[in-house]
C-alpha cells in the first residue's frame, strides 16, 4: 500500500518535503512505523529548536527551514497568532499540523491499524499527571480556543506525561489492538531522534526510536551523489550533538565538497567551528551560508553570536538587527543583541531588549538576569530586586538569584535583607565562596551600624548568623567577643576569644583579649 503524499502535512512546502515515493523506509510499515515517520516530517516543517525554549546553547542544530514558510502555514491554519508568540503555540501549531495530516489520510492509517475517529490532539496544563484529550471543532461546538483555533474537549486521563511535560500539546492515536501511541513533533530535532511512545499503566513510556524512520530528506540531497550527501550530513549532525566536533567538521567539509551550495552545511559547519573556539571560521562559514540563503534569520542570528564571542560588538548588533527584521520573535538574537549593547554600554537598549524577549518568552531566566545586571550597573536596585524575585517565582532555588538580590538590598543598604537573602543562598549552594564571603560581610556591616548605636544585642546576632554558617570563622567569633565585652557579658566573650584560639592559635586580638580579661578579674 503506498504512503500518501507528505504534501498535504504543510501545503505551503512541497518545494522542501517531497513526495512519499522519494523516501520509502525498507521493510516494516506497521502503524508505529508510520507515526515515527510522520512525526519527523512535521517536526521539520518549522524553525522550532531548543533555544526558543531558552536554552541558549548554540550546539542545537537548526531545524531545516525558514520560519516565513511555518508562520505562512500557522497564519493561514491559526489566524494572526505566529508558533513562536508562546511555547504553547509552537507546540499546539506542530501537534495541529500531524493531526490533520492523519485527517486528510484517515483512510490509510486505518488500514494500518488505527481505531475509526482515534486520534487527537492531546495537552497537559501545570498539571502533568492529567491528560485532556481535545478535537478541532466548529466555533459553535467548541469549549476552548488555542492559538487561534477553536477544539472542542473529548476526555481527560489521568496519565503521567512523557518527561513530566506541563502546558504542552501532541498527539495520542488509538489503535484496534488497545495500544495507544503518542507522538511529540515539538521535540523531535532532525538528527533521528524521535520523540514517540505508548500509554502503560498510567504513564506515557518513550520508545526507542528507529534511525532509519528518522530519516528525511533533506534539501540539497536530490542533486547529484544526493544520498552520499544525506549520509555525511546525518553523521556531521550526530557529530555536532555528540560535540565532536572535529568529525563533524570533516563530515560537513566532505559534504560541501559534493555540493558547494548547501547552506545548511555551512551554518552547521560553522557551529562546530563556534564551539570549537575558532570564531573566525564559523563566521566565514555562516557568511558563506548566508550568500545562499539572505533571508534566514537563524544564520544571521549564528553570525552575530559567533561576533559576540569575537568582542566584535558593532557587526554582532548589525547581525541581530538583520535577524530581528526578518523575524521579530527571535528571542536568541533579542538576549544575544541585549549582551551586546550591555558590552558597550548601551544600557537603555539592553534593557529594551531583555524587555522586549520576556514578552515573547516571559519565564526566561538568563534574560532576567541579563537585565537584573544591566539595571545594577544603573543603580536602579529596585528593578534588579524585582527581577530576581521574577527568577524566584519560577526557580524558587536559584541561588543566584538570592545572592545577587542580597546585593542590591546591600546597595541599598538594607543589610537585614540582603543577609537573609545571601543566608537563603547560601542554604541552597553552601560551597559558593562569593556568596559566603559576601555574606559575612553583610553580617559584619549589619554588626557594625547596631554597635556604632550600642545594640550589642543586635550586633551579636549578626555575628551568630555568621558562625552558623561558617563555624570555622576566627574572626567573626573575635568580633562577636569583642561585643560581648562591650556588653558586660564577659563569660561570653571569654568564650568566644578562647574559641578564635582553638581555629587560629596565633591570634594575638584573642590573646591580648583573654589577657585584659584575666588582669581585670574578669
Excluded at 478541532?136 to 513530566?164: C, K
Excluded at 544575544?336 to 524587555?355: H, Q, S, V
Aim: glycine share 8%; proline share 3%; net charge neutral.
Amino acid at each position: 500500500m503506498r504512503r500518501p503524499t507528505i504534501a498535504g502535512i504543510l501545503l505551503i512546502l512541497t518545494a522542501c518535503i517531497y513526495a512519499a515515493d522519494k523516501y520509502s523506509p525498507p521493510g516494516g510499515n506497521s502503524l508505529a512505523d508510520e507515526l515515527q515517520w510522520l512525526t519527523v516530517q512535521t517536526a521539520c516543517a518549522g524553525m522550532y529548536n531548543m533555544a526558543q525554549t531558552g536554552d541558549y546553547s548554540i550546539g542545537d542544530p537548526r531545524d531545516y527551514y525558514t520560519p516565513t514558510d511555518i508562520r505562512e502555514y500557522l497564519a493561514r491554519q491559526s489566524g494572526s497568532r505566529t508558533a513562536t508568540a508562546t511555547f504553547y503555540g509552537i507546540c499546539f501549531d506542530y501537534a495541529q499540523a500531524a493531526y490533520n495530516y492523519i485527517s486528510d489520510n484517515r483512510a490509510f492509517y486505518e488500514g494500518k491499524g488505527m481505531k475509526k475517529n482515534g486520534w487527537y490532539i492531546v495537552g497537559t496544563g501545570n498539571n502533568s499527571r492529567q491528560i485532556t484529550l481535545y478535537d478541532p471543532s466548529s466555533q459553535a461546538q467548541a469549549t476552548v480556543r488555542m492559538n487561534g483555533v477553536y477544539i472542542r474537549e473529548n476526555s481527560r486521563q489521568n496519565v503521567q506525561a512523557h518527561g513530566n511535560a506541563a502546558i504542552h500539546a501532541w498527539l495520542w492515536v488509538y489503535c484496534n489492538d488497545g495500544t495507544i501511541y503518542w507522538i511529540d513533533p515539538t521535540w523531535t530535532d532532525t538528527g533521528g531522534y524521535t520523540w514517540w511512545g505508548v500509554v502503560e499503566n498510567g504513564r506515557e513510556v518513550q520508545r526507542n526510536s528507529s534511525q532509519r524512520l528518522s530519516a528525511i530528506t533533506l534539501p540539497g540531497t536530490e542533486s547529484r551523489r544526493g544520498s552520499e550527501v544525506l549520509a555525511l550530513f546525518n553523521s556531521g549532525t550526530a557529530n555536532l550533538k555528540q560535540k565532536r566536533y572535529d568529525q563533524a567538521i570533516t563530515d560537513y567539509t566532505a559534504v560541501l565538497r559534493i555540493n558547494a551550495d548547501y547552506a545548511l552545511a555551512y551554518n552547521n559547519r560553522g557551529i562546530a567551528y563556534h564551539n570549537k573556539g575558532d570564531y573566525n571560521r564559523a563566521v566565514a562559514d555562516y557568511t558563506a551560508a548566508l550568500r545562499l540563503d539572505p533571508n534566514s534569520a537563524a544564520l544571521y542570528t549564528n553570525r552575530g553570536i559567533a561576533y559576540n564571542a569575537k568582542k566584535d560588538y558593532n557587526r554582532a548588533i548589525a547581525d541581530f538587527s538583520a535577524a530581528l527584521r526578518i523575524d521579530p520573535l527571535d528571542v536568541v538574537a533579542l538576549h544575544d543583541r541585549a549582551l551586546a549593547y550591555f558590552d558597550t554600554g548601551g544600557y537603555d537598549r539592553a534593557i529594551a531588549d531583555c524587555t522586549a524577549a520576556l514578552r515573547i518568552r516571559p519565564n526566561d531566566v538568563d534574560t532576567y538576569f541579563l537585565r537584573a545586571a544591566t539595571y545594577s550597573v544603573k543603580e536602579d536596585y529596585d528593578r534588579v530586586i524585582a527581577d530576581c524575585t521574577a527568577v524566584l517565582r519560577i526557580d524558587p532555588k536559584n541561588a543566584l538569584a538570592y545572592s545577587s538580590r542580597g546585593s542590591a538590598y546591600e546597595s541599598k543598604g538594607d543589610i537585614l535583607q540582603a543577609v537573609g537573602d545571601y543566608a537563603d543562598a547560601l542554604q541552597i549552594d553552601p560551597y559558593d565562596m562569593l556568596t559566603g564571603i559576601s555574606f559575612k560581610t553583610a553580617c559584619r556591616e549589619g554588626a557594625k551600624i547596631c554597635e556604632d548605636s550600642g545594640n550589642y544585642d543586635g550586633a551579636i546576632a549578626y555575628y551568630d548568623f555568621a558562625v552558623l554558617f561558617f563555624p570555622n570563622s576566627a574572626h567573626d567569633y573575635l568580633l562577636r567577643g569583642s561585643a560581648y565585652n562591650k556588653k558586660g557579658d564577659y563569660t561570653r566573650a571569654r568564650a568566644d576569644y578562647t574559641k578564635v584560639l582553638q581555629i587560629e592559635p596565633g591570634n594575638e586580638a584573642a590573646r591580648l583579649g583573654l589577657e585584659w580579661l584575666n588582669k581585670a578579674g574578669r
